[in-house]
């Protein structure tokens, strides 16, 4: 797929010049005429399987998860992502913002139905705390649809110095289902 994503001028204050183990949150409750929810999360990571500066991609199973914000919408599609990039951190976040525009999200309401959520979780140990980019993110420890796929891909993970297996969230499958591979 061509994301017609510009990769050029990738610089900024969180430069690194080598690969960064970066993890992303997956999210999507919204069929439209690009696909399904589950279509639009692989869709997403068939991006990211062709991008240059992304290698070594790896992905959770996919989970249901019950909405957060308003509770008449379908439940999400939820997945986690793991890869190494030479993105720097902000350049991610327009990547993520190019696969979200590319499966024609519209913002509809506040926590309410989109096509595809693309979250950076992590990047690297970096610490981020700006307007536009959290890192990590910082609805992480209290989101289980994130913690618990995250836990899967990494389950060594330390996350602000704590064990991943040490955030309750971790291990709460309250409102999620594990969706079959096939
Ligand atoms: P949400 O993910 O909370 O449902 P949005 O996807 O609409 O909301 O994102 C709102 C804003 O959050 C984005 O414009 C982005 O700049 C900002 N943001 C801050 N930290 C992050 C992060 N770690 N990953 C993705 N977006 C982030
Ligand atoms: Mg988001």
Redesign the pocket.
Known sequence: MNTHFDASDNNDSYDYAAWVTCY?GLGSNLTNELGSPVEHLQQAVAAMQEQEYIRAVRVSSYYASAPMGPQDQPDFINAVAGFETTFTAFKL?DF??AL?QQAKRA?LR??GE?SL?????LYGDAQ?S??????????LHERNFVLIPLRELAPELIIKGKPITDYPLSHDWKGLKLLSND
């Open positions: 992303v976040l993520c913002q979200e913002r506040h926590w989109r959520d693309v979250d950076i979780l981020i700006e307007t536009q980019l959290t890192v990590p993110h910082a609805g």
